[in-house]
């Protein structure tokens, strides 16, 4: 595992060095999206506003804000939430935003995979829970289409300043790390199994009668 701090945006030659399991924290711009924003552009026609020569990190969050007096939004809390909600749009979002690297919750599926082996992109995650922790290293510039999509849905153009630890769950070849875990963790429970005595083809007990 190797640890970089990455500037943004990030090259070609950045994205392909990363590997699963590699830690990264990111300095430069950023910008948001959800579901709302995806089906507004990639599926409707509408122009996408962000610049992919300056933006090609997006972030999967809704984050809470708070307009200010000086008519200048302040973030209030922000989390990662699950890519694979939106795998219906990533391969259509990395190929036509110019994405280098997405941050989001759970992973990807085939076909984002195939769209990040092709064009170099790699997806990370979150190594901890800590929302609040990042604050201090996130400004707001600008948000487009709040009118349109609402808070939480529009589109927030971020600097964000070693935002981090994050860890590379799906790199440029294709390789995913929680796949790579979960055989470690089949091999590991059939050796458990077998020095327990335990059967591996054993059936767990329900709970309170709850149908499988």
Wanted: a neutral charge; one cysteine or more; hydrophobic letters at 35%.
């Amino acid at each position: 595992m190797a640890v970089y701090y990455l500037n943004l945006p990030l090259s070609e030659e950045d994205a392909v060095k990363l590997k699963i399991g590699d830690m990264v924290y990111v300095t430069g711009p950023v910008f948001t999206c959800r579901s709302m924003l995806q089906k507004y552009v990639l599926d409707e026609g509408n122009e996408m506003t962000v610049d992919k020569s300056k933006y090609n990190m997006l972030f999967h969050t809704g984050p809470i804000m708070k307009l200010c007096e000086d008519g200048k939004y302040k973030m209030i809390s922000c989390m990662p939430t699950s890519s694979i909600r939106f795998e219906k749009w990533t391969p259509k979002a990395i190929e036509q935003w110019g994405l280098r690297i997405i941050l989001g919750k759970t992973s990807v599926g085939p076909a984002s995979t195939e769209a990040m082996k092709k064009f170099k992109c790699v997806h990370i995650v979150p190594q901890s829970v800590s929302p609040n922790d990042w604050i201090d290293c996130i400004t707001v510039e600008d948000v487009d289409r709040i009118e349109e999509l609402g808070k939480t849905e529009a589109t927030w153009r971020l600097q964000v300043k070693n935002l981090g630890p994050f860890v590379v769950d799906v790199d440029c070849e294709g390789n995913h790390l929680f796949d790579k875990n979960l055989d470690t963790i089949k091999t590991r429970q059939k050796e458990a199994y077998k020095k327990l005595g335990i059967d591996e083809d054993l059936k767990y007990t329900k709970l309170y009668g709850l149908p499988d």
